[in-house]
């Protein structure tokens, strides 16, 4: 698997550094300066969340972490735990490149900076707090809008429902998962025209994702 | 002796007093010369005292009565007469009844006592050797075996037989093929065992013998029956009876705690094998995945990455397709062996159930390539608690089943209605549909409808059936009267905490 992504990565035009260990990864990102860090939660000597705690601990390098099918909760966990985003062995490259854009993108406050979003037949200008689809204004409640800023702030990203209880509604709600059904059930009535082009990308078991523009 | 011969009849120690009486007289005539007849009163009253060594109350009375009046009749002045001639001797003859009488009686309830207390301590460790033989025991079987031979053994019965009952307070068992007799006292025993108390039959066949029948109880419901024979009626005794009352007590208590020990490792071996799959389980799971998902990860890299000449693109195409069915396999096997375990833990959640449905479709759209699928959630779809992962397997598994049993082109419908407290997801498809006697079977594992295309595991419904048992639910095969198949998932529905809602603005 290492091999396989130096390969890969390095093709796409990344420059990789590559570990087997997660002392020799935490050793390493204490003395060089990273991008992007890719854990593999199955690591031989210490515990992948062992390893993402410790690197949390000091450094807000984005992390994505790999981890196996049927693992929603290790998923889940590794998220809550303070990695960006996941991909899941078997995994194709093209989907790997995309969300390490994604988390890079965000870490370097780009997308905050951004005074519109816009994706597809979406628009919509934060600064004015207006969201327009095909040009035609739409109308949110300010929940729903807040879910939407969230979601443009990590756009690309996956958010498990946790985390986005927690922004939106306060850290009480964070396990009150029907909020956030009916919440993404309007949403999609609203914003979502073509069932082809969802923009709420549903990670099973684990949280939403808004679909990328590019 | 634990249970000595019957007591010297009484007229055999009256008749030693009386012989008593009569020797020490003799000898007494022979010794008034030297002694004198106050004198003479004091062996009297020697040999009442040691007659009162082995005889009883009465006896003792009887003997102190007749050496009194011997005394007075054969000895005191004026001789051979029943009058007694001075004061002094008048006095002697009331003391000499007062003492002899007092200190016969005290001896002889010494004596008794003494007997009693011999008993006491013989029953005492007669039960004591019995608990610890019992105690000894290794399991049930040991344990009534050896309740029987001590039975046999302490209490002298003629024969023994305990009929258990298992579990306590249930029916009655003969433990062995018994003989005729220890069939005809099955009625009488499941009645000491059913009331819970002591019955005796000194009726039985044969004659004059009695049996007694213990519940073995020591307070909580019996374990089953004590029935022991005795030769005689009379070998019958209270004595016997209290004895064996204490060891049916005993035994209950024995059995009891071999029942929590067997319970409790029976227990234990399952929380060690449970352990054990697990762990296989988890082992031969990431074994399998771990090279597959390198194989399936290199394949995919490969078909996306450009320069490969049309040969090698087809090549790598087959390379990625093989592996997503070869993963597909494994994880089927992997999920059914999950389910078959028992570890099967739904996270439950609320789930919108269209988004469920649109995640598989589009997760399995590949596969549905061929088909067309139309999908009607009759409004409102309440929100379920359910698993998301696991109905959405449970969901593609029936899509994928409908895409291969019917043929491409025709319609593959979705439905979702409530009914009756329950919401019923459906899928149904347009082809020849299930046979009319297998519609249960369908589900059972590596069942392979006849004559399918080889190439399946046989596992998909099984795990559909797993999945939605998990989250409490059920599923139903039927045939749709204008031909196909329709499978129905049933959930049940429960209230969802009422969401606050909030005016609109922007």
């Given amino acids: ?214 | 002796m634990l249970f000595p011969p019957r007591r010297t009849s009484p007229w055999l120690e009256y008749g030693l007093a009386l012989a008593i009486f009569g020797v020490v007289s003799l000898v007494n005539l022979w010794l008034e010369r030297w002694i004198g007849y106050e004198a003479i009163a004091l062996v009297y009253l020697l040999a009442v005292v040691l007659l009162a060594l082995f005889v009883g109350r009465g006896p003792i009375l009887f003997g102190t009565i007749l050496t009194a009046v011997g005394w007075s009749v054969v000895f005191a002045p004026p001789r051979f007469s029943f009058q007694i001639g001075s004061f002094y001797d008048k006095m002697m003859f009331g003391m000499y009844f007062v003492v002899a009488l007092t200190v016969g009686q005290l001896t002889a309830q010494l004596r008794a006592e003494r007997l009693a207390e011999h008993k006491r301590e013989e029953r005492s460790r007669a039960l004591y050797w019995f608990t610890r033989e019992l105690a000894n025991a290794a399991d049930r079987m040991d344990i009534l075996h050896r309740l029987l031979s001590q039975v046999r053994e302490v209490v002298e019965a003629e024969s023994a037989h305990v009929f258990p009952a298992d579990p306590p307070g249930g029916a009655l068992k003969l433990a062995d093929a018994g003989s005729l007799a220890v069939e005809t006292q099955l009625a009488l025993a499941t009645q000491a065992h059913q009331q819970n108390r002591i019955v005796v039959d000194r009726n039985p066949p044969p004659p004059n013998s009695a049996v007694l029948y213990l519940p073995l109880t020591a307070g909580g419901p019996s374990e089953g029956v004590l029935a022991v024979r005795f030769k005689t009626s009379q070998a019958l005794d209270a004595d016997r009876q209290d004895l064996l009352e204490n060891f049916a007590r005993q035994a209950a208590l024995v059995l009891d705690r071999q029942r929590l020990r067997d319970a409790e490792t029976r227990s234990r071996l399952l929380i060690e094998s449970e352990r054990l799959g697990r762990t296989l389980l988890n082992s031969v799971s990431h074994e399998l995945r771990t090279p597959l998902a390198a194989i399936a990860t290199a394949a995919a890299t490969l078909r996306d990455s450009g320069g490969l000449s049309p040969i090698q693109q087809k090549l790598s195409s087959e390379i990625d397709f093989a592996t997503i069915r070869l993963n597909r396999v494994v994880q089927s096997l992997l999920s059914a062996a999950r389910i078959q375990s028992g570890q099967v833990r739904p996270h439950l959640d609320w789930c919108d159930l269209s988004e469920v449905v649109r995640t598989t479709l589009r997760e399995l759209s590949p596969l549905l390539a061929r088909h067309q699928t139309q999908t009607r959630l009759e409004a409102p779809v309440p929100l379920i608690r359910a698993d998301f992962i696991l109905l959405q397997q449970a969901l593609g598994n029936l899509l994928v089943n409908a895409a291969t049993y019917s043929p491409p082109g025709t319609l593959i419908e979705i439905m979702a209605r409530a009914a009756g407290g329950e919401l019923v997801l459906e899928v149904a498809d347009g082809g020849p549909g299930l046979p009319a006697d297998q519609l249960e079977r369908v589900f059972d594992r590596f069942h392979r409808p006849p004559g399918s295309k080889p190439g399946g595991t046989g596992l998909g419904l099984t795990i559909v059936r797993g999945f939605v048992e998990a989250q409490g639910g059920r599923v139903l095969a039927q045939n749709r009267p204008e031909g196909g198949a329709r499978f129905s998932i049933y959930l049940p529905v429960q209230e969802a905490p009422k969401i606050s809602e909030e005016p609109s603005e922007n």
């Fill in chain 1, 1 to 214: 698997m290492q091999r396989l992504l130096t390969i890969a990565l390095e093709a796409a035009g990344y420059r990789v550094t590559a570990v087997g260990t997660g002392q020799e990864g935490l050793q390493t990102m204490a003395y060089h300066r990273h991008d992007l860090v890719i854990l593999d939660l199955g690591l031989p000597d210490l515990s992948g969340f062992s390893v993402l705690k410790q690197l949390r601990e000091w450094s807000q390098t984005p992390i994505i972490v790999l981890t196996v099918q049927d693992a929603e909760a290790d998923k889940v966990e590794a998220l809550d735990g303070g990695a960006d985003d996941y991909v899941t062995k078997p995994f194709n490259t093209a989907e790997l490149l995309a969300r390490m854009r994604a988390s890079v993108r965000r870490a370097n406050g780009a997308q905050s900076r951004e005074p519109v979003f816009s994706l597809g037949d979406l628009k919509v200008d934060l600064a004015a707090r207006r969201v327009t689809l095909k040009g035609a204004p739409v109308k949110l409640t300010a929940k729903e809008y807040a879910v939407l800023r969230l979601f443009i702030a990590h756009a690309g990203k996956v958010l498990t429902h946790r985390q986005i209880l927690r922004e939106v509604w306060g850290a009480g709600h964070e396990n009150d998962t029907q909020y956030l059904r009916v919440y993404l059930m309007r949403l999609r009535e609203k914003l979502e025209l073509n069932p082809d082009a969802p923009l709420f990308l549903t990670e099973a078991g684990v949280g939403y994702r808004l679909a990328e523009g590019e």
